[in-house]
Structure formats: structure tokens, C-alpha cells
């Protein structure tokens, strides 16, 4: 049974940093592709960045890119979004999220097979 477990989520200032991890389970993740989605109330679940896990490549959402940095642990079958310069506007649900076949990576949710139950980052202004 796959599982995906986030953890770090919290408060923090604006400005501030803040690690999630997703530990992943139940299978080898060779072939996906590992995903971290936000979701903020009354908006839609959106891509915040991803990686291939055989491949290392990444892709990011312009919203956060050179403030966030997506990372996976092989030997721990984990995977980590390090988030720096927060900003209100990042307040949201982040989840994480794996899709078979890692040659494309997608920003949709709807391709994505497993998600984790998500973990609330909050930032104050």
C-alpha cells in the first residue's frame, strides 16, 4: 500500500523559512515523478514544483522560483521542498504527490496516482 506522509508544515513570519518533507512508501519510486501541489481556500490545487526521481530534473512554479528548492533522499525514499522568502501568498495546504512515468512531468493533479494527507503552511504578514 503506497503511502505518502508530509511533515514541517507550520507559522511563520513573512520572510521566513520553513522544510516540508514527504515520506514515501509502499513501493519503489524508481520511474515517478514526485510532486509538491498547494491548495489556498477557494482556489485550485496548483503545482508548486516536482522532480523525477530517476532522472533529477526538476520544474517549479514561477510564483516560487529561486525562493523554493525540491529535493529527494534516495536512501530514505523521502522527498524535501525547502521554502525560503515566504510570503503571505504562499499560505496554503501543500501536499505531496506521485505520478507513474517519469517522462513528463505534469501540473495537473489529475494525473497524479497518490497524494499524502498534506500539511498547513501558514505565513503571517
Known amino acids: 500500500q503506497v503511502q505518502l506522509v508530509e511533515s514541517g508544515g507550520g507559522l511563520v513570519q513573512a520572510g521566513g523559512s520553513l522544510s516540508l518533507s514527504c515520506a514515501a512508501s509502499?513501493?519503489?519510486?524508481?520511474?515517478?515523478?514526485m510532486g509538491w501541489f498547494r491548495q489556498a481556500p477557494g482556489k485550485e490545487r496548483e503545482l508548486v514544483a516536482a522532480?523525477?526521481?530517476?532522472?533529477?530534473?526538476?520544474t517549479y512554479a514561477d510564483s516560487v522560483k529561486l525562493r523554493f528548492t525540491i529535493s529527494k533522499d534516495d536512501a530514505k525514499n523521502m522527498v524535501n521542498l525547502q521554502m525560503t522568502s515566504l510570503k503571505p501568498e504562499d499560505t496554503a495546504v501543500y501536499y505531496c504527490?506521485?505520478?507513474?512515468?517519469?517522462?513528463?512531468?505534469?501540473?495537473?493533479?489529475?494525473?497524479?496516482?497518490?497524494w499524502g494527507q498534506g500539511t498547513q503552511v501558514t505565513v503571517s504578514s
Open positions: 509502499g513501493r519503489t519510486f524508481s520511474n515517478y515523478v
Open positions: 504527490a506521485a505520478k507513474h512515468r517519469e517522462w513528463y512531468i505534469s501540473s495537473r493533479a489529475s494525473d497524479y496516482d497518490y
Open positions: 522532480i523525477r526521481w530517476n532522472a533529477g530534473s526538476t
